[in-house]
């Protein structure tokens, strides 16, 4: 079993910058794919970003290519995500998800969740 923990969330204003963590515990951490997911109020849930855990190549959405960057810290078992020049369109709950071995690009692919951190960026 995985237990995933988010912190870092919060408001901030258009343009400026957060960085999410995620703390991952219960197995050995190094073979599982980690994402980042978010949904929006009234919105699907939508994919993020992602991060092998072979090689570690990273994913984006096409939405958030180029601002944010996924990294993940083996030593400390965490993953993060530094979101830059955040939108508004960025205000979301943002979930860190664990998968054994391949990573996916949907939700339904993750057996493990967080609890979620609320991002919300103002205009």
């Known amino acids: 079993q995985v237990q995933l923990v988010e912190s870092g969330g919060g408001l901030v204003q258009a343009g400026g910058s957060l960085r999410l963590s995620c703390a991952a515990s219960g197995r050995t951490f190094n073979s599982y794919a980690m994402a980042w997911f978010r949904q929006a109020p009234g919105k699907e849930r939508e994919f993020v970003s992602a991060?092998?855990?072979?090689?570690?190549?990273?994913y984006y959405a096409d939405s958030v290519k180029g601002r944010f960057t996924i990294s993940r810290d083996y030593a400390k078992n965490t993953v993060s995500l530094q979101m830059n020049r955040l939108k508004p369109e960025d205000t979301a709950v943002y979930y860190c998800?664990?998968?054994?071995?391949?990573?996916?690009?949907?939700?339904?692919?993750?057996?493990?969740w967080g609890q979620g951190a609320q991002v919300t960026v103002s205009s």
């Open positions: 991060i092998s855990w072979s090689d570690g190549s990273t």
């Open positions: 998800a664990a998968k054994y071995w391949d990573l996916g690009f949907h939700g339904y692919e993750y057996p493990y």
